[in-house]
């Protein structure tokens, strides 16, 4: 199985990227991808823009990403209770070309952020909207205050029962998994 992982940010000391790399480890067997969505910038979406420019090639990239795999992990973080500019501009130029941006792809969808909350206001949001654009949430889990639960230094949860609970989520696509 093809595993497309990849944190809805741009930040280069992302901890969602550390989580989503973490989570995608946890899927015996799976090949994974881990895209940066640095590689993705793009101009900022408008639809003036989009008669200027048509479909980028990048936004046109990120959906063969997508094609090409067989499930796909996303990190969501959470800038003041929603999505990361980065990737809502990302998202916004690829729904353009298709509005199933996800392609049928079953999915989980994690996110964390330092506080308590986890960034779970980004996480429902993200959850409730993707059977919109085609995405099939098999779980979602939010992993509450970081540095606290994550060993950084040793990329791993140090929360036992936060870890077992991960393990669960990404199990769900394990029949995805060939034997």
């Known amino acids: ?46 639809v003036d823009k989009e008669q200027e420019l048509g479909h980028p090639e990048l936004a046109k990239d990120f959906m063969s990403k ?18 990361s500019a980065a990737y809502k501009n990302l998202f916004d130029w690829c729904s353009r070309i298709s509005q199933k941006v996800f392609q049928d792809k079953p999915m989980v969808m994690l996110s964390t952020s330092p506080g308590a909350r986890g960034g779970a206001s980004v996480l ?9 654009f085609a995405g099939h949430v098999r779980a979602s889990i939010s992993i509450p205050s970081f540095y606290e639960n994550f060993d950084v230094e040793r990329g791993t949860l140090r929360n036992q029962s936060l870890k077992a609970k991960l393990a669960e989520a990404v199990n769900s696509l394990k029949e995805l998994v060939p034997v």
């Not at 550390?18 to 590689?39: F, K, R, S």
């Open 1 to 46: 199985m093809k595993l497309l992982a990849f944190a809805a940010s741009n930040s280069k000391t992302s901890i969602n990227k550390q989580l989503v790399i973490y989570a995608a480890t946890l899927l015996e067997g799976a090949v994974v991808e881990v895209l940066d969505l640095n590689d993705y910038e793009l101009p900022l979406f408008s």
């Open 66 to 83: 997508v094609a090409a795999s067989d499930a796909v992990m996303i990190s969501f973080a959470e800038h003041n209770g929603s999505y």
């Open 124 to 132: 429902a949001a993200a959850t409730g909207s993707a059977p919109f």
